[in-house]
Nanobody, 123 residues
Framework: QVQVVESGGGLVQAGESLNLSCAVTGRMNAINTVSWFRQAPGKQRQFVADITADGDTHSADSVKGRFTISRVNAKNTVYLQLNSLRPEDTAVYYC?????????????????WGQGTQVTVSS
């Protein structure tokens, strides 16, 4: 069983920064791509950024130049640095990890989600 735990959210003013963490623990052989999504009240969950096992990154146009995703494989942790925050960045931020597990008879890959961390940006 794998657990994905986000942390680092909070209440900040516009222009300030936060650093979110996504820690993955449990039985697994590898973590492939890890993605951050966010969901504002009354809106659909949207993609923010992702990072592959090799360190390739992608991000949504709305956060390019402001948010940076990184990972420390030795710690099974992915970070999302949020700079120049805006009120429209207010949302619950979720982490999704693609887990690779080598079973006795077959390999399994599945997605595991965290419970989310709240980011609130005041104007």
């Amino acid at each position: 069983q794998v657990q994905v735990v986000e942390s680092g959210g909070g209440l900040v003013q516009a222009g300030e920064s936060l650093n979110l963490s996504c820690a993955v623990t449990g039985r697994m052989n590898a973590i492939n791509t890890v993605s951050w999504f966010r969901q504002a009240p009354g809106k659909q969950r949207q993609f923010v950024a992702d990072i592959t096992a090799d360190g390739d990154t992608h991000s949504a146009d709305s956060v390019k130049g402001r948010f940076t995703i990184s990972r420390v494989n030795a710690k099974n942790t992915v970070y999302l640095q949020l700079n120049s925050l805006r009120p429209e960045d207010t949302a619950v931020y979720y982490c999704n990890a693609e887990i690779h597990f080598e079973g006795d008879y077959e390999d399994v890959e599945y997605d595991s989600w965290g419970q989310g961390t709240q980011v609130t940006v005041s104007s």
